[in-house]
């Protein structure tokens, strides 16, 4: 992929500078025409730039030990609505592409409306969808729309943006991605409609969504919906060793001396005697003062997420606890973000084939996201071999779906943004410890964020009809959202 640095204050300034200062000053209410190129690059990196240490803390990933983080102890409350400042962009680059009739742009535009909206609803539940975003026609208190209507949309809008995709409709520019590659757009529409599909596997009885004949139809059909074939396929943004382009947490003191691995990670790669592990940790201080060698499982620990701060502090005293591999901190470029991975396509797969949703083969499925996870993590394929045997690896159909669910936990690390969070909470699979005295909800994992104090200030009853109508409790972390309600 061509490497293409870029600056977006400089971009969006750029546009405002080619304005002619005196026609503003005539029409200050007249929207800047732009490029939709030159809105898709902003897009892009807000979209997939998921390297987080904050899911990575609430997913039983890894510890902090310089405080008590909420999300860590399951204390948080409410969340933003940050995605909306980013979807005005995305409305706007559609807006410039209808314009210009860049019809390709207008399929990204569905694409990127798609992936920020499922972002919300799978934070809140019902969120503002058919009249958000529409203050230029003076709807600034926008009605709640149900999580199951923003689904049946999202799903209707990834299909047309596949289908309007053509490599006849002009060059796609800005894109930092794929650089321009329709191919691979598509690949990447089609394989998040299926990460959506399969977040609504609690609705395989909603004749409405009719979500198996929808995810059969995007595997029994690739060449009208391809999906994500290699590593190569990655939506994943790169980072350079440039200013404002490295690795989020390059130089960064706090990874680098304030979080340690979860114990909990820890073990599910120790008791599989996962290479991984090498990647994604360094050996706990009393294991290197110990002089044991770095490829040795036994040289790796951690703390536990659920414990006390001080329980916490005791332990890392005495010497316990891997660190974060040091490439976290000091390597600019580190790993690129990955935003969506072949791995998860493939377990993806080999979870519909388990849940009987497609005629595929969950094994086979299972044992190429495992090598597809692998590859991306530069273990050799010996290794990978040796690995499928090991008992703990090995595919078993009775325990199907705690073996992919987990596999893809494993996958996930310091990746995908919440997916992983979002994976366990419709799985189960892996246990996020919550028992310990260190949790303040209740021995519970929630289930979702409140709502933003904002809103009830300045759309408090439409938010309120929303939480009366899904939350008889309150706007509670521990909500129950549609999604996750069997049908």
């Not at 890894?62 to 409305?91: I, M, N």
């Not at 409405?208 to 004949?213: A, H, I, M, P, S």
Request: hydrophobic fraction near 40%; include cysteine; proline fraction near 5%.
């Amino acid at each position: 992929m061509k490497k293409i640095l870029f600056s977006i204050p400089l971009l969006l300034l750029l546009v405002s500078a080619c304005k002619d200062f005196e026609e503003l000053q005539l029409d200050p209410n007249r929207a800047v025409d732009a490029q939709p190129s030159l809105l898709l690059t902003g897009i892009e990196v807000a979209a997939f730039n998921q390297v987080s240490l904050s899911p990575t803390v609430a997913s039983r990933y890894a510890v902090f030990t310089d405080g008590t983080d909420p999300l860590q102890y399951y204390g948080w409350q409410r969340a933003g609505y940050e995605r909306y400042d980013q979807l005005r962009q995305v409305v706007k680059m559609e807006e410039e592409a209808r314009r210009l009739g860049q019809e390709n742009y207008i399929a990204l535009a569905q694409f990127f409306k798609a992936y920020f909206f499922v972002d919300l609803t799978q934070r809140f539940g019902d969120v503002p969808y058919w009249e958000a975003l529409q203050g230029n026609e003076d709807k600034f208190t926008p009605t709640y729309d149900r999580q199951e209507d923003i689904y049946a949309d999202v799903l209707t809008q990834l299909t047309e943006a596949n289908n309007l995709l053509s490599a006849d409709k002009g060059e796609i520019s800005g894109d930092v991605i794929y650089g321009g590659n329709i191919d691979r757009w598509k690949k990447l529409i089609n394989s998040f409609k299926l990460r959506v599909l399969m977040s609504l596997s609690a609705k395989e009885g909603n004749a409405r969504l009719n979500v198996k004949e929808q995810f059969r139809q995007i595997v029994e059909n690739p060449a009208q919906y391809p999906v994500f074939a290699s590593n190569e396929d990655n939506a994943a943004l790169p980072y350079y060793d440039r200013d404002g382009n490295r690795y989020p947490y390059f130089n960064n003191n706090s990874i680098k001396t304030a979080y340690y691995l979860d114990e909990s990670f820890v073990n599910l790669l120790k008791t599989r005697q996962d290479p991984r592990l090498f990647s994604f940790a360094d050996p706990e201080f009393r294991a290197v003062n110990a002089g044991m060698n770095a490829a040795d499982f036994n040289a790796y620990g951690g703390l536990a997420g659920d414990a006390s701060l001080a329980q916490n502090i005791v332990r890392l005293n005495a010497g316990e606890g891997s660190p974060f591999d040091k490439r976290f901190y000091n390597d600019p470029v580190n790993e690129p973000s990955l935003a969506l991975g072949y791995a998860e396509v493939e377990f993806t797969l080999a979870e519909a084939a388990q849940r009987g949703w497609t005629a595929g083969d969950a094994a086979v499925h299972y044992a190429n996201g495992i090598r597809a996870s692998m590859e991306y993590y530069g273990v050799a394929d010996g290794t990978t071999n040796v690995y499928l045997t090991r008992p703990e690896v090995g595919y078993n159909p009775a325990r199907g779906l705690e073996l992919i669910a987990t596999q893809k936990y494993l996958a996930f690390f310091m990746n995908s943004g919440w997916e992983p969070f979002y994976n366990q909470r419709r799985t189960g699979f892996p246990t996020f410890s919550a028992s310990g005295e260190g949790v303040v909800n209740q021995g519970q994992v929630p289930k979702r964020w409140m709502y933003p104090e904002a809103e009830l200030n300045l759309n408090k009853a439409n938010v309120q009809e929303a939480i009366n109508r899904q939350f008889p409790q309150g706007d509670d972390i521990n909500g129950v959202m549609w999604l996750l309600v069997q049908e």
